[in-house]
């Protein structure tokens, strides 16, 4: 079965992207982006050749290349011993601007020269912070640490560029994060949930976002590839057809005519988006409050940044801390002795439909603009108040002197049993 994420893809490339759904997770601004980090090249590579897209990638005598189990294994330090987790690899990238790993070229590796590791491939391309792939391969039946890196290598589409990193993980960063336990709103027992993905996160111009995943996601680092040249018989070799059988200029071809029109329009005018998705990681201090009698919330970022606070977070933070602009909020809360959930949407995205690449454009420029008419004292106490006034839902922003309403384009207030969840209190 195909992603519907993948439908821009051709159909005369097999694709690596065959899992169900069900195991896959459902204008522009130049501003600085010194929070990207500069990608750590171990060794310079500029172009990949055939004897490095051969060779075999293996560890412990187990060959790694094309396995197909769902699931990885790494580590977390508890008392200085690493013990093992398990994780899935996913990636994403915005819908429209999909990419294709190159198979051979993107592994996690254990060496400092990256040259040996867990190989891994798909194809992407369903929006930014929602519907991933899973990977097929780089998933080993046994524990292993957490790799010293990774590198990935793609072709953006609708670019038309090869691009390549070679990433050195943040280990200890991630190996705490993979130890810590926390709630899930939708799980009907009491058990605590962990980390269960790595994601890359792949956009125009070779920007990644490295992030962990599951019922829970935390942008960890970001990171800028480089561009690099790849050879058409190479990718074609990557992906398992014959090069003179569909040449170049068709395949590109194939993935412009499966464009809209208004991408097309970009493509034409060299207009494609460049700092989008690295702005979304720019961060803004400011905390969620409200009127409201809470017992649980989720927000989600425009990052992919995505958490559940039980009313035991919410009682210790006084204010919900956030760190990105959000795209939008889910409330659990009381009123008049009865229980409700309100879904609060300052994405354009609906609920239910497909991410598309300006969903999110609205309310980050909303955030980046109310935080530069800022000094630094009034960041510190910048809220974001959603309020039921006379039955009806308001948001803004405001640092105590400024007051900047938000618009809420879609809201779904859902009446709850008072047994639907045991957590809520």
């Keep these: 079965m195909t992603n519907p994420a993948n439908q821009s893809l051709t159909n005369k490339i097999p694709t690596n992207n065959s899992l169900p759904n069900d195991q896959q997770n459902s204008s522009d601004d130049n501003t600085d982006n010194s929070s990207v980090n500069t990608v750590i090249e171990k060794r310079p590579t500029t172009l990949i050749n055939r004897r490095s897209l051969l060779k075999t990638l293996g560890l412990g005598g187990i060959a790694l290349v094309g396995m197909n189990s ?29 990419v294709y790993l190159i198979s051979g070229e993107c592994f996690w590796y254990y060496k400092e020269q990256a040259e040996q590791g867990l190989g891994f491939s798909t194809d992407a391309g369903g929006g930014w912070r929602s519907t991933g792939v899973m990977t097929s391969g780089g998933s080993p039946n046994t524990p292993v640490k957490l790799p010293l890196g990774v590198r990935v290598t793609w072709l953006s589409t609708t670019e038309k560029k090869y691009y390549q990193a070679n990433i050195e993980l943040p280990r200890e960063i991630m190996l705490a994060e993979f130890g810590k336990k926390f709630d899930f709103e939708y799980s009907t027992d009491k058990s605590k949930r962990t980390f269960t993905d790595i994601q890359l996160a792949l956009a125009p111009t070779g920007f990644i976002s490295l992030r962990l995943g599951g019922t829970r996601t935390l942008e960890i680092a970001t990171y800028q590839a480089k561009e690099i040249d790849i050879s058409w018989d190479m990718f074609a070799m990557a992906n398992h057809f014959k090069a003179d059988s569909y040449p170049e200029d068709e395949f590109m071809q194939d993935q412009y005519n499966k464009l809209p029109a208004h991408i097309k329009t970009l493509v034409n005018k060299n207009n494609l988006p460049t700092h989008r998705w690295q702005d979304y990681s720019n961060t803004f201090n400011w905390g969620l409050t409200t009127n409201l009698e809470l017992a649980g919330c989720r927000i989600c970022c425009v990052n992919g940044n995505s958490r559940f606070y039980n009313k035991a977070d919410i009682e210790q933070m006084g204010m919900i801390q956030q760190t990105h602009a959000p795209a939008w909020i889910g409330l659990f809360y009381k009123q008049d002795g009865k229980r409700y959930k309100a879904d609060i949407r300052f994405t354009e995205q609906r609920m239910g439909a497909s991410e598309q690449p300006t969903d999110d454009v609205a309310i980050y420029q909303v955030f980046k603009q109310f935080f530069a008419s800022c000094v630094t004292p009034c960041q510190a106490t910048t809220t974001l108040a959603v309020e039921l006034d ?22 779904k207030i859902t009446p709850l049993n008072d047994d639907d969840f045991w957590w809520f209190i």
């Design 70 to 98: 769902l699931s990885a294994l790494a580590s977390f330090r508890t008392n200085q011993k690493e013990i093992p987790v398990q994780w899935f690899t996913k990636i994403y990238a915005p819908r429209h601007y999909g």
């Design 390 to 411: 006379n039955n009806e839902f308001i948001a803004y922003l405001t640092n105590g002197t400024k007051k900047q309403k938000l618009a809420i384009n879609q809201i």
